[in-house]
């Protein structure tokens, strides 16, 4: 029986030494198909998942993993890659599906919420993301400071900015992913400590796709989860205002 949405986030643990037990391939790719509906900036989904099963693969990711423990005693691997640089195939989907949507017609016939979407796929996001050598995103940043001045703006249009919007929507869905395999039974651990270089030559991955993490995958055994749970007091952390 599948746990609550709680009881999965009270059981998920990041666990560093898995049995040696397989694990089903489908019901991981299950909790992938989970991952992608996620929450993301834009809806530009701008991730792609590698569910790691080939034991030639998985080695070398081990291997840039720096052959830590939950990556060698992991059954399968999860690398969870950025792409912020597909965000043009992104936009062009987002259009084609709002085409169909609101139906082939005139541009005179688009009600005015469909004329704001439209012009936000086809002038604003290009906006954002166009740049070059980080040096638009530079005057961008000036531009928009300098009108934030006399009205609310936002203002992260640097190429560091737009990566970072990238990854944390790829880190919206690794956390999806992870929970749907706690309420399923299965065990999990994210990853940043790696050769990010060697696990894009591993999976063939071209320059600008950028790794977000890697998560280990398996069935824990009892001494795979280092200690009790500490978190600092939620009175820290918690401001109602």
């Not at 979407?117 to 070059?132: A, E, H, Q, T, W």
Request: glycine fraction near 4%; aromatic fraction near 10%; charged fraction near 25%.
């Amino acid at each position: 029986m599948e746990k609550t949405v709680s009881e999965a986030i009270e059981y998920r643990r990041s666990v560093r030494i898995y049995r040696e037990e397989p694990i089903d391939s489908e019901k991981v790719k299950a909790c992938i198909e989970n991952a992608v509906l996620a929450p993301t900036s834009s809806n530009l989904q701008l991730w792609e998942f590698y569910q790691v099963t080939n034991p030639d693969i998985k080695t070398k990711i081990v291997h840039a993993c720096m052959n830590q423990p939950a990556a060698r005693t992991a059954q399968q691997l999860v690398v969870v890659v950025a792409r912020k640089d597909k965000w043009r195939n992104r936009v062009k989907a987002n259009i084609d599906f709002l085409e169909k949507s609101f139906g082939k017609k005139p541009k005179s016939e688009y009600t005015q919420r469909e004329k704001f979407v439209f012009s936000y796929y086809n002038k604003l996001i290009p906006s954002l993301y166009s740049d070059f050598l980080g040096i638009l995103g530079f005057l961008k940043y000036i531009v928009f400071n300098v009108v934030g001045l006399f009205r609310p703006m936002y203002r992260q249009v640097r190429l560091s900015d737009m990566r970072i919007v990238a990854h944390k929507s790829a880190a919206l869905a690794a956390e999806n992913f992870m929970i749907s395999m706690a309420a399923i039974g299965y065990d999990t651990c994210p990853m940043e400590g790696h050769d990010s270089l060697l696990i894009k030559k591993a999976l063939g991955l071209p320059a600008g796709a950028e790794i977000n993490m890697v998560i280990g995958c398996g069935i824990r055994e009892p001494e795979g989860i280092y200690g009790p749970r500490f978190r600092v007091p939620f009175e820290q952390v918690y401001k109602r205002v």
